[in-house]
């Protein structure tokens, strides 16, 4: 059974960066892209972006244009996302997810970490 | 950016009955949706994409239907493990967009 476990829950002061990670496992972590997702308190899902692990190619959704940075290494089969000047409007749990295709982004989110919340409080 | 609306935004169904909710896109998204199902403090499951077509491992009695602007996901006989949120998730248009959900709840 594909496995996404993700690090823990994180508490973070505004203006700081938080950088969360995925690992996979049971499958090949380069033949399947990787999509980050986010959910507010009793909100509902935004995607953020998603990253290729075979080139390290990225696409970002506008909102989180020069604040977020998707990263793999593929030597431990795991994804990361950073998210930089952070904000109270931040909190959230972040997801990742793998892509339902194969070598290329469907946007359909097959497998799904358990989540890390991420919570911004001054 | 597509907007996904979903209604009703409550469900209130009894076991053993069906249910019926809607995903409405702001712009025709061909069958390029998915369905998940989300329970409490869990991550979403995938449940239905392609607009009908059921993810592995997902009972028969969930149904989605629809193409365009328009569409349904039917639960023909409720089971007790079913109660959760529902949400829709376009992806045929950049940035994929999801609906606010639909919470299906104890009648």
């Known amino acids: 059974q594909v496995q996404l476990v993700q690090s823990g829950a994180e508490v973070k002061k505004p203006g700081a960066s938080v950088k969360v990670s995925c690992k996979a496992s049971?499958?090949?972590?380069?033949?399947?892209?990787i999509h980050w997702v986010r959910q507010a308190p009793g909100q509902g899902l935004e995607w953020m972006g998603w990253i290729n692990p075979y080139t390290g190619d990225t696409l970002y959704a506008e909102m989180f244009l020069g604040r977020v940075t998707m990263t793999r290494d593929t030597y431990v089969s795991t994804a990361y996302m950073e998210l930089s000047r952070l904000r109270l409007d931040d909190t959230a749990t972040y997801y990742c997810a793998r892509d339902y295709c194969s070598d290329k982004s469907c946007s359909v989110f097959h497998y799904w970490g358990q989540g890390t919340l991420v919570t911004v409080s001054s | 950016e597509i907007v996904m609306t979903q209604s009703p935004a409550t469900l209130s169904v009894s076991p053993g009955e069906r249910a019926t909710f809607s995903c409405r896109a702001s712009?025709?998204?061909?069958?390029?949706l998915a369905w998940y199902q989300q329970k409490p403090g869990q991550a979403p499951r995938l449940l239905i994409y392609?607009?009908?077509t059921r993810a592995t491992g997902i009972p028969a009695r969930f149904r989605g239907s629809g193409s365009g602007r328009d569409f349904t996901l039917t639960i023909s006989s409720l089971q007790s493990e079913d109660f959760a949120v529902y949400h829709c998730?376009?992806?045929?248009?950049?940035?994929?967009?999801f609906g606010q959900g639909t919470k299906v709840e104890v009648k």
């Open positions: 392609a607009a009908s």
């Open positions: 049971v499958y090949t972590f380069t033949g399947h892209y």
């Open positions: 712009q025709s998204v061909s069958s390029d």
């Open positions: 998730q376009q992806y045929k248009h950049w940035p994929g967009t």
